[in-house]
């Protein structure tokens, strides 16, 4: 018998925070995105430096999250920041921190707004369509919002004293923080190969040599680019519908390019002209506004090679993920 175990309560946000898995998978036909977390890597590695199974439901922080802890527990925060402060003493993310009862965790921001914090063991709540994961448009997951203030987050067990130095001289992982995660002053290269309508596009040389920036108009959805648009996709309109998923590249008729993320729709009508190979998807997720961004065109056998070790990396995590970089 699992006992729940009251682990963290909210203190605040600023931003906003939802629980989220790898998703919900097998719905898209009836209209049911995915969802799931924006980056899967930083995710992975959260659950991985906890010994906890690599899919267990986590909490997506975007922005700053103050939490009080409720009993003993590990935490292990990936993401977006550096480190995290417990009752003002500072220790480093991308490895496993014990924290007190009664403790105070802040957890804010530093290469990008996007934090992954996954505790040990798991949350704990109930499966909804086969995942936790928060889908805010439909208010479907174990947690059907976003978190707010005195919400109480549950995991599925105590922690095992036995087990703690174990997990606890696991070391950190800081070097995957520096190449996962980029600065607000980086260009964010989008390896990407041609998708359905790119032979209709008849400017889409346009799409892979100008600089984009991401626009203030971004959600789990989609991010939406700003730059020089594709004049050919003015006439183009709306397309018949067709199904569309994570890193699919949609230009819309005033021509700018919209990056299709974990909220994306199941079908849609725009021209679509590139598919963004999932690591770089990972990775773009932490863009912030006015960031560079540039599409990259490779080949069919290279983005096989890349996916596949990058799938690899999601079952079976490993210390150098500089394979996919290249």
């Known amino acids: 018998m699992i006992i729940m175990v009251e682990t963290l309560l909210v203190k605040n946000i600023i931003g906003y925070a939802t629980i989220q898995d790898l998703g919900r998978r097998g719905y898209r036909s009836i209209g049911i995105p995915v969802s799931g977390v924006l980056d899967r890597i930083s995710y992975i590695y959260s659950n991985y430096l906890l010994n906890n199974n690599l899919y267990e439901a986590v909490i997506e922080q975007y922005g700053y999250g103050e939490y009080v802890v409720l009993n003993d527990t590990i935490v292990c925060v990936t993401g977006g920041a550096r480190h995290i402060i417990v009752d003002d003493n500072e220790y480093d993310a991308w490895k496993p921190v014990f924290v007190k009862k009664n403790s105070v965790l802040k957890i804010k921001p530093d290469r990008s707004p996007l934090i992954y914090i996954a505790i040990y063991s798991g949350v704990k709540c109930n499966n909804v369509l086969n995942s936790k994961s928060t889908y805010l448009r439909a208010g479907i997951g174990c947690v059907r919002n976003v978190l707010k203030p005195n ?33 607000s002053s980086e260009t964010i290269i989008l390896r990407s190969t041609r998708s359905f309508h790119s032979d209709l596009i008849w400017d889409i040389d346009v799409l892979l040599r100008e600089t984009y920036y991401l626009s203030s108009e971004y959600d789990r959805m989609g991010y939406r680019l700003e730059g020089k648009p594709l004049d050919s996709t003015r006439n183009l309109g709306r397309l018949p519908s067709i199904p569309v998923d994570r890193g699919f590249v949609q230009i819309p008729p005033d021509g700018k390019p919209i990056v299709l993320m974990s909220d994306s729709q199941t079908m849609g009508g725009y021209a679509v002209a590139l598919h963004v190979l999932q690591p770089d998807v990972d990775r773009l997720a932490h863009a912030q506004p006015d960031q560079k961004i540039l599409f990259r065109e490779i080949s069919f056998s290279e983005a096989e090679r890349i996916i596949e070790k990058y799938y690899n990396i999601l079952e079976k995590p490993v210390l150098n993920i500089d394979i996919y970089y290249h």
Do not use: T
């Open 151 to 183: 919400d109480i987050i549950e995991s599925n067990k105590r922690v095992d004293p036995s087990n703690l130095s174990l997990l606890l001289d696991k070391g950190s992982l800081i070097n995957i923080y520096e190449k996962q995660i980029p600065s």
